[in-house]
């Protein structure tokens, strides 16, 4: 039987593998839990969170883990780096598909300034 878990976790251990954030260029991380949306820039080299947002602090949405929530979540995290000077990040999707919640979240960062 096939299991969506455990597919998302090997493809996840795949990918992180190969990404890994530094001091001049931090990971970009995306989770997707049944409720919200939660985003960080993590430094792997010294292990520590530079910033966490998570789509629960919005109070204005209406749901939280929509297309819409994923959007407003990239446009802060992009905002919150400018402010902390991070310019360049990688982008780890967490083993989730390159699609629609993740590929909102994605675009949006990107549109807002965030390179990877």
């Known amino acids: 039987m096939f299991d969506r878990k455990k597919a ?3 493809r996840h251990l795949r990918i992180r593998k190969k990404i890994v ?3 001049t260029k931090p990971r970009l991380n995306i989770f997707r839990s049944n409720t919200s949306l939660y985003g960080q820039i993590i430094d792997d ?3 520590h969170t530079i910033i966490g947002l998570s789509s629960l602090s ?9 297309i819409e929530a994923a959007t407003k979540l990239g446009e802060e995290i992009a905002k919150l780096a400018k402010e902390k000077s991070i310019k ?4 780890d999707r967490g083993g989730n598909l390159y699609h629609g919640k993740i590929k909102a979240f994605a675009e949006a960062a990107r549109k807002s300034g965030l390179e990877f």
């Open 8 to 10: 998302r976790k090997i």
């Open 21 to 23: 954030g530094s001091k």
């Open 45 to 47: 080299s010294t292990g």
């Open 58 to 66: 919005f109070k204005d949405l209406k749901s939280k883990k929509n």
């Open 88 to 91: 360049k990040v990688v982008f």
